[in-house]
């Protein structure tokens, strides 16, 4: 079952910056962990089906911090995908076809929602955002010095889960999440992520 992807993420929780969930175990703001990542594959196969383009969210809740795990989460599969490529997202971001989603999905996410099918669309640049259907609006500011030098994390526990080397720290002021079977949510924690991950 091998499969690649590699592009850019906007992640985003519930939490003021900085998620504390990314040193590790943390209490979260608000007690509770409302979070999102919106992928941007610019590259990647699976099984000989082309993922090139194609965009992937992932939302999710846990009673207390990421770490404790017993989460409930769904993908949402840009409505641009074909059948088949739908089939090996959902797989993939899942965990169904191992890589790092199986052993992390597995330790942290106890119930799945049906996948949904919806629009998704990303802009990059100074001010990336994103749009995922009607249940999210993401808007990042990154942040940098007085110089404009990004700032950046590197070496923290949840990168080594997610496979990143460093992730650029952004506000996410001004963002929601309102999917009618996850709990809702507005936050300022972000980060902008470069993934390259396979199986």
Not at 61 to 87: C, H, M, V
Not at 114 to 127: D, F, Q
Request: aromatic fraction near 10%; glycine fraction near 14%.
């Amino acid at each position: 079952m091998p499969w690649n992807v590699s592009g850019q993420a906007l992640e985003l929780c519930n939490c003021a910056v900085l998620c504390g969930c990314w040193l590790g175990p943390a209490k979260p703001d608000q007690g509770w962990c409302g979070s999102t990542f919106v992928f941007d594959i610019q590259r990647g196969t699976a099984d000989g089906v082309d993922l090139a383009g194609k965009k992937v969210a992932f939302s999710a809740e846990w009673p207390g911090d990421f770490w404790s795990g017993n989460g409930k989460a769904r993908l949402y599969i840009d409505e641009s995908a074909t059948a088949a490529q739908r089939q090996e997202l959902e797989a993939i971001f899942s965990g169904k076809k191992g890589g790092l989603f199986e052993p992390l999905m597995g330790g942290v996410i106890s119930q799945w929602l049906p996948a949904r099918v919806t629009k998704i669309a990303v802009e990059h640049g100074e001010s990336p955002s994103a749009t995922v259907g009607d249940v999210g609006h993401v808007s990042m500011r990154p942040l940098k010095d007085g110089a404009g030098k990004p700032t950046r994390i590197e070496g923290a526990a949840a990168q080594a889960a997610f496979q990143i080397d460093r992730m650029h720290v952004a506000s996410s002021k001004g963002s929601r999440w309102s999917d009618p079977e996850l709990r809702g949510w507005e936050g300022d924690s972000g980060n902008l992520i470069a993934f390259d991950w396979k199986s």
